[in-house]
Structures are given as C-alpha cells and as structure tokens.
C-alpha cells in the first residue's frame, strides 16, 4: 500500500500529539528525559528568595543585577505585599497554587534556562564578573564541589563543618579544622547547577542557606568560598515592629523545614542547641507503636532526640516523687539494659520501665488517685492513670504529650517476684525476690535510679545470655538492628 504525503503528515503530526500527551499527563513524577527540554545555555539565572514582603531591598537588589544583562526571578508563595515595582524584564516565579486561578507551572525548574543559578540575599548588590569567577570555579573544581559561595558586605564568612547523623535526628556544626566547608556562617550569595538545585527534595525551601547546605551534606557535595565579596545595600535600619516579624517567620521557616529534612535537633558550632521536636504542649513525634516497633525503625531512624530528653525528664521526675513517698522502685526490662549498657535510655526505646511493690501504691498520693480510675496530673503538670491494659500504671510527659513512664506493680510470693499482667513479652517472667534485697543505685538517663542488686543476672534471666553486650530491637521478629 501506497502512504500518500498527506497521510504521512496526518501520520506525523497523530504520533507528535500522542508523544506530548505521554509527556505532559502518563508519565508519574513528570516528564522523561526523552521529553525534557536541553539542560540550559550557558550563562547564570539570578533567583531572589530570602527576602520579607516588609522593608525589603527587592527592587533595587533585582534592578542592580539586572543591569548585568543576567536573567532575574523573583520566587515567592504569592505576589510581594506592599506591591513591589520590579525592573523590566525582571520576572515574579509565583510557587503557591490559588483556589480560583490557574496553576503555577509544577516544574519551577522549567523557568531557568541558564546552567548556573545564583541564590541572591536581599540587599545585595552585582559586581560585574562575578558571578562568571564563580561558575567557572564550579566547573573548574575536578572534586565533588556542588555549591560556591561568595561573601555579601564586609564581614567575611565562616567555615563550618556540618556533620549529619541520620539516626539521631541531629545536624551538629563546627570550626572546619582542615578549611574544608560544609556550611557557612554569614550572609552570601550560593551558586549551584540549575540541575543540581531542582534534583533536590526542597530546592526552594527557606531559609536557603540552611535548606541547601543540609540538603547538600546529605549527598556528600562539597563546597567552595570564594575569596572576592559582593557589596550589600546601605539600607535605613529595619523598624522594631519589622525586626519582630522578621524574627517570627524566620522561627516559623526554620521549623517547617527541619521538620521536612527530618532533623530535630541542631547543635551549633558554639555549644548551643536548637530543638525542633515535640514538647508539653504538643504531641509525641511518633504515632501508635505496632508489635513493640516504632515506625521511626522502619525509616532507618531511632527515638527522636525531643523524645528521649522528655523521658529522661518524665524519668528522672517519677523517680524523684516516688522516692520522697517511700515507695521502693526498681529499674526494669529495656531500662535497665539500657543503664546496664549506656547508663542512659536505649537509643531506639520508647518508653521507661520501672517495677514497683504493689504494697507501696497507697504511699504515692498521685498513684493512690490514678489506682481508683481517674487520672490525675501533678503539679508538674505530668499525668498519672491506670493504664487501660491491665493492672499497671503510667505517668505521661503531659496531658498533649504521652510520652510516659510505666510503673509495673509486683508483690512476692514465696519469694518471687510476680504480678497480675503479662503482656506477653519475653522479659515479662517473674524473678526471685532476692534480686531487690537490697536495690542498689544505677547511673541512669541522667540521675542515679534504685536497680536490682545483679543487673547481669537479672537481665540475662529475662532476655537470655549476652543481653548486654549484643543490643537488639525490641521485637528481632518485625526489625532486626543488623538490618540498619
């Protein structure tokens, strides 16, 4: 059969069609390669992102870079408010969907056309060429370097180390003893490949200093300063009013996106600390806990840092009370492998087991409440109830928080220690009476707690030989540590 050129255009222009359409709607996650635009020209795209709707330098910052003849964008959630009056050719990349208009392109990458784009700081100002010096020291660096940075102002930056820990939940910055940079300290313009950037999980996440170098430690890329510095603005000081917004929203940004990197506590290059995780007023950082396993297991992750300092504080507070009322504790399964091991909670535990005589529950006022049914929350503001599982107690960080503490009521017969629930976990046996005649005091999550007078024995009694010296999950059966 004969195809007539007609038929072969009508042929061509059906098979274009089909392949836009498998682009743009079949393919998940976007486009294919095959389907993607080329990777860009040469050349810098400018992206203003690290700026306030109030009392900012936005015009002048995007009109002085500008005038290089580079592209500029301005990405913002929505439209800057007071109106800003942008330069000509200065375009406002909006990222923030609006019920009753149509979309923002879902791929903001497709808006930056050149293979390097330069994350400006507001108030900064161009130095003609070098933008050029730093996207030909990327290029010309035959390491792993990802990022160049480039002072802005007089104040020259610091080199910090940035070292991860996954596991822990914790970004732990440092003086950078060999001169090698993962992050820096003080304000400066970031330079990256446009596919680099837009590879990233959260390429516009602010604040971007922060968001990229997090980002960037976790892929190993490295980073280069360069020694020239870009002028800032002479701008008229930020009003008070201006300065608390500032302060707020900043806060606000910095937990949303540790809370997006899975990062709950930071610990800066001086010693201090920041938190990110739960606390009193809010609730646990993890949900039911299925077959003895956290979902945090399963995620390569182990207790949220916030977690353990509450148990440590719920912990340490229960302790303390129970003492002051006479009532004779103990250290008990994970907890006291945990002292055993660490003299701290397991890393990857979630909750605090103590023992206590049944007999002593009528000394402890708070105990004494929660034993008639109703719980009871104490001037500290921990909650105290009778757990609905059975003949035991817990005391809970907070009210929002339930984070807890779980007192296990034994009395003895015939001189072993039993009880009135099991709950079916391997350690949950009874033990000879003779193991709390006398308790003994244990470093412990930050105090000195009561324990049994022969934590090896007793613990290999309960989990088995060599339970101190090879750690495991808390059900083997469902995750098995080996397997992180």
Known sequence: MRVTPCQ?????????NLLLLYCTWWWPGGSPPSCRPPRGIPGVTVLLRDFEDFENDLAGTARSFASLAVPVLVAAEAAPYPPVPLPAGVSLLPLRPVAD????????????????????PDGTRAIPGLLERMRNALEEDAGDTRLVVAPVGSVPLRCLELRLEPRAWTARYGPSASGVCQAVEGTAVLLLRTRDLFALPFPLARPVPTALFI??????????????????????????HGRWKAKNLAETRRHQLMRDLGIKREVLADGQERWY?????????????HARTPQYLFAGRWTPPCCLRALRETARHVAGVLEAAGVQYWLE?????????????????????????????????????AATGEPVEDDEGFLWEKAAEGDFYRVHYSQSNRLHVDLWPFYPRGGVMTKDTWLGHPQDVEFPESFLLPRVPMPFAGFTAMAPNNARAFLELKFGPGAIENPEYPNPAVKRLEQD
């Open 333 to 369: 399964g994970g907890s006291l492998l945990g002292a055993a091991r660490l003299g701290d909670i397991i890393p990857w535990d979630y909750d605090v087991d103590l023992g206590i005589y049944r007999e002593d529950v009528g000394k402890c006022r708070w105990l004494a409440v």
């Open 215 to 240: 980002q960037a430690a976790f892929r190993g890329w490295g980073l280069r300063v360069m020694p020239a510095a870009f002028p800032a603005a002479l701008r008229p000081p930020v009003s008070p």
């Open 8 to 16: 072969a255009a009508l042929a061509s222009a059906i098979g274009l």
């Open 277 to 289: 995780g739960c606390g009193k007023e809010t609730a646990r950082c993890f949900g039911t806990v």
């Open 101 to 120: 208009r149509p979309p923002p392109l879902a791929h903001p990458e497709l808006h930056i056309r050149t293979r390097h784009v330069a994350l400006v």
